[in-house]
């Protein structure tokens, strides 16, 4: 299927990428060339929609796939809590934020779409896994104390603080209390008949 309601024609792009700026034909906002859109090797050109509307349309794609109900139609509706940047900037330069721990804050909250202060709140002081009560670290992406921020996959909403690789075991065990406790039974069996 063509579609025909492009908002930016070719003479505009390119007009437009003189100044490292390039609209989205998705949501028609001008962004950074460099920071907002992906270049695809293979074609040579830079993808259409800017990276917030891929997001959106990925996600819509992998909740059609898994049959759930949570659709975000547009970048608008997914990061609506996202878009006064000046007051974003605001309340990090009061909370004193390294640019290091923005880049932080700003990927949980464009994730989960909660607010700065939801953020703040989410992330201040010490942390410790929700599981395991192991100290996490928001500045340890890549190291075995890597935060991550448990969400609930039906409703979206966040769900606490926990380690990362207990995060992604319990995507493993398909968020299922019922296999978890199995999965345990089976540990503690085998190792009362390797000891026994
Ligand atoms: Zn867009």
């Known amino acids: 299927m063509k579609d025909t309601k492009f908002k930016f024609s070719r003479k505009e792009q390119k007009k437009l990428e003189e100044c490292d700026l390039r609209g989205c034909q998705t949501c028609g906002r001008i962004l950074n060339l460099k920071y907002n859109f992906r270049f695809m090797k293979k074609r040579g050109t830079w993808r259409s929609p800017c990276s917030y509307c891929d997001y959106v349309i990925a996600t819509n794609d992998w909740n059609k796939k898994k049959g759930l109900s949570n659709t975000p139609q547009s970048y608008e509706e997914w990061f609506p809590k996202y878009l006064n940047k ?33 953020t703040h709140e989410l992330l201040k002081g010490d942390k410790v896994c929700a599981i395991s009560g192991r100290p996490l670290n928001i500045m ?3 190291t075995d104390e890597e935060l991550h921020v448990d969400h609930c996959h039906q409703t979206g909403k966040i769900r606490g603080l926990l380690y990362g690789r207990f995060n992604i075991g319990l995507g493993c ?3 299922n ?3 978890l406790r199995a999965a345990a039974d089976y540990i503690e069996r085998i190792r009362g008949e390797t000891t026994s």
Do not use: C, Q, W
Request: proline share 5%; no cysteine.
């Open 86 to 118: 000046r007051r974003t900037r605001e309340f990090f330069d009061k909370i004193g934020l390294t640019a290091k721990e923005r880049r932080a804050y700003n990927n949980v909250m464009f994730h989960y779409n909660i607010t700065p202060e939801e």
């Open 173 to 175: 065990f398909e968020d």
């Open 177 to 179: 209390p019922d296999l």
């Open 140 to 142: 340890s992406r890549g």
